[in-house]
């Protein structure tokens, strides 16, 4: 009995305190007062006070790190100091409430920067002075840590089928089909596995075009996927680049950054290229 009534007096606590956060026609109202104002170009959220003076802006990106894997955030800036950009994780009322209510909901409950009085100057200074820490998953912190090394390698493919890393001759594919050199996007599906070999012809693994597979000679397997908008991921056609990218990460003896790309010469068919 004592537990339930103090469940219950919990309960009745949350929804006395809870906010009624609403926005209409630009105006945004905490319990019934107007408090602020927003205003949305280009998706970028503009919150002003009631006099329609810009305090700060809201932005919000979804980017695709790598794969299937992709990272949405917001950037937020002061409109008096516009080369200081925070990039920070925000919180939404629900999964469709609309990028202009999730503006709000995270200025008001996230980032606690519009209170009952209006836009609160001291707690969004406190915010760019010690901003917070955003809260990735390990998912998401693997991803960016990939996309790192991939970066520091620079692969291209140039069209002759040669793998570089910041312009020196690491690799090479075999076994192209016919529209290489016109399309940078493997569409072909052949029986003949495109292979891919390092700078010294040791093969390092091939790409199955029937199933969009790689497979390392070490056993490692990769399946190239598009995510799209949150929902189930699909097969893409992937590109060359993208191929010889994800085969440097699942074998890292392909290629080796030391300050710079160590790679030999590249030999095809016993002779030097």
């Given at each position: 009995?004592?537990?339930?009534?103090?469940?219950?007096?919990?309960?009745?606590?949350?929804?006395?305190?809870?906010?009624?956060?609403?926005?209409?026609?630009?105006?945004?109202?905490?319990?019934?007062?107007?408090?602020?104002?927003?205003?949305?170009?280009?998706?970028?959220?503009?919150?002003?006070?009631?006099?329609?003076?810009?305090?700060?802006?809201?932005?919000?990106?979804?980017?695709?790190?790598?794969?299937?894997?992709?990272?949405?955030?917001?950037?937020?800036?002061?409109?008096?100091?516009?080369?200081?950009?925070?990039?920070?994780?925000?919180?939404?009322?629900?999964?469709?409430?609309?990028?202009?209510?999730?503006?709000?909901?995270?200025?008001?409950?996230?980032?606690?920067?519009?209170?009952?009085?209006?836009?609160?100057?001291?707690?969004?200074?406190?915010?760019?002075?010690?901003?917070?820490?955003?809260?990735?998953?390990?998912?998401?912190?693997?991803?960016?840590?990939?996309?790192?090394?991939?970066?520091?390698?620079?692969?291209?493919?140039?069209?002759?089928?040669?793998?570089?890393?910041?312009?020196?001759?690491?690799?090479?594919?075999?076994?192209?089909?016919?529209?290489?050199?016109?399309?940078?996007?493997?569409?072909?599906?052949?029986?003949?596995?495109?292979?891919?070999?390092?700078?010294?012809?040791?093969?390092?693994?091939?790409?199955i075009t029937t199933?969009?597979?790689?497979?390392?000679?070490?056993?490692?397997?990769f399946t190239i996927?598009?995510?799209?908008?949150?929902?189930?991921?699909?097969?893409?056609?992937?590109?060359?680049?993208?191929?010889?990218?994800?085969?440097?990460?699942?074998?890292?003896?392909?290629?080796?950054?030391?300050?710079?790309?160590?790679?030999?010469?590249?030999?095809?068919?016993?002779?030097?290229?």
């Open positions: 009995m004592k537990r339930g009534l103090i469940i219950l007096f919990t309960v009745l606590g949350i929804l006395v305190n809870a906010q009624i956060i609403k926005t209409k026609r630009g105006i945004v109202t905490l319990d019934g007062t107007h408090v602020a104002k927003i205003s949305n170009k280009s998706n970028v959220y503009t919150f002003m006070d009631l006099k329609e003076t810009p305090i700060y802006t809201i932005e919000f990106v979804d980017k695709s790190i790598v794969d299937s894997v992709r990272d949405s955030y917001i950037k937020l800036k002061r409109i008096y100091n516009q080369e200081k950009v925070l990039e920070l994780d925000y919180i939404s009322p629900s999964a469709f409430s609309g990028e202009e209510k999730s503006a709000v909901y995270t200025s008001v409950k996230g980032l606690k920067i519009i209170d009952n009085r209006g836009i609160n100057i001291k707690n969004l200074d406190d915010l760019f002075s010690k901003p917070p820490k955003r809260n990735l998953d390990a998912k998401t912190k693997e991803a960016y840590s990939i996309r790192s090394k991939i970066d520091k390698l620079n692969i291209t493919v140039n069209n002759v089928g040669e793998i570089l890393s910041n312009g020196r001759p690491v690799g090479y594919f075999t076994n192209l089909p016919i529209s290489f050199g016109s399309e940078d996007t493997i569409m072909d599906k052949t029986f003949v596995d495109i292979e891919i070999y390092d700078a010294k012809s040791k093969y390092i693994g091939r790409y199933t969009k597979q790689l497979k390392s000679a070490g056993g490692k397997t996927y598009r995510e799209i908008s949150g929902r189930a991921s699909i097969l893409k056609f992937p590109t060359y680049k993208a191929i010889a990218e994800r085969m440097a990460i699942m074998d890292p003896n392909f290629i080796k950054i030391q300050g710079k790309v160590e790679a030999g010469l590249v030999l095809k068919d016993g002779i030097e290229k």
